[in-house]
């Protein structure tokens, strides 16, 4: 349950386009999860496929389906796991793309923050998933933090193969930002950007995005907003707590709250080509 004091309705429908309610953190009440999204205003989730696993899951809680909320998936290696790559599972990737369910090509990208991987191995893993995605005909769902210089310099070598992409949770600075607007990809906001700590630049950047060219998402379980007006226990994110997200980039564009939630769901919708909702029962 969250507290009253968070359950808040969206004054339009909205889509999150990166959702991790694979993650074991969801386990014990994923139903009741995507019950509160739907009350939410919530009503289309793309779950993030990061590896073999998560994909996986994905595509069977997409095939069980949801009442209310049309859930969607990713398919892609995080660069977190970008060792793991081989033949095998780059064929594994392939026959997910090729599931209806499936509306991008990622999570992809790289990460020099944590450097997890070796960064040569990264842009392998990262390179091979570009080639798939132009062969698929997918959007790609990208990653990148602290790797705007390599990541502008290889998408610029394959945008004329490539179709749309969005960098999801961008965190970068203003320049990286406009390298990407100059790509023509679209940018994925969180609740980073609700961070006084760490999200200030953000709030600023925030406004040179385009709004044909804004999505918005969770990335729950992580990234909890810091605006909420109570405290969570437990600090599990979830996409009930979207619309507090989309309160903040409104107010830091100076617009009504309506209006982005209408705009950002209009975009997402047709980036990754969805229909309305549809129902399970």
Not at 89 to 96: G, K, M, Q, S
Not at 101 to 112: F, N, P
Not at 125 to 149: I, K, T, V, W
Request: proline residues 5%.
């Amino acid at each position: 349950m969250l507290p009253d004091a968070l359950q808040f309705t969206s004054p339009a429908p909205l889509v999150d386009i990166g959702a991790n309610l694979t993650h074991e953190s969801f386990s014990a009440d994923l139903n009741d999860v995507i019950a509160r999204a739907r009350q939410a205003g919530v009503t289309t989730l793309i779950l993030t496929g990061a590896d073999r696993e998560s994909i996986d899951a994905a595509l069977a809680l997409c095939e069980r389906g949801a009442d209310g909320v049309a859930l969607h998936t990713t398919a892609g290696v995080h660069p977190h796991h970008a060792d793991q790559w081989n033949a095998e599972l780059a064929d594994h990737i392939r026959h997910a793309l090729a599931q209806p369910a499936t509306v991008a090509a990622g999570e992809c990208g790289l990460d020099y923050h944590r450097d997890l991987v070796p960064r040569s191995v990264q842009r392998r893993a990262f390179e091979a998933q570009l080639e798939l995605a132009a062969e698929s005909g997918r959007p790609l769902f990208l990653h990148e933090r602290e790797a705007g210089h390599d990541m502008l310099e290889m998408l610029r070598h394959w945008r004329d193969d490539i179709g749309p992409a969005v960098v999801h949770c961008f965190t970068g600075e203003q320049a990286t930002l406009h390298g990407y607007l100059d790509l023509d990809l679209h940018i994925g906001q969180t609740g980073w950007l609700c961070d006084e700590r760490r999200g200030q630049h953000l709030r600023e950047a925030v406004n040179d995005i385009p709004l044909n060219r804004l999505m918005v998402e969770t990335d729950c379980p992580y990234l909890l907003p810091r605006n909420l007006p109570a405290k969570l226990k437990g600090r599990r994110h979830e996409p009930a707590l979207l619309p507090w997200i989309v309160r903040e980039i409104a107010a830091c564009r100076g617009i009504e709250e309506a209006q982005l939630a209408h705009a950002t769901t209009t975009t997402a919708r047709r980036f990754f080509g969805l229909d309305e909702v549809r129902t399970h029962g």
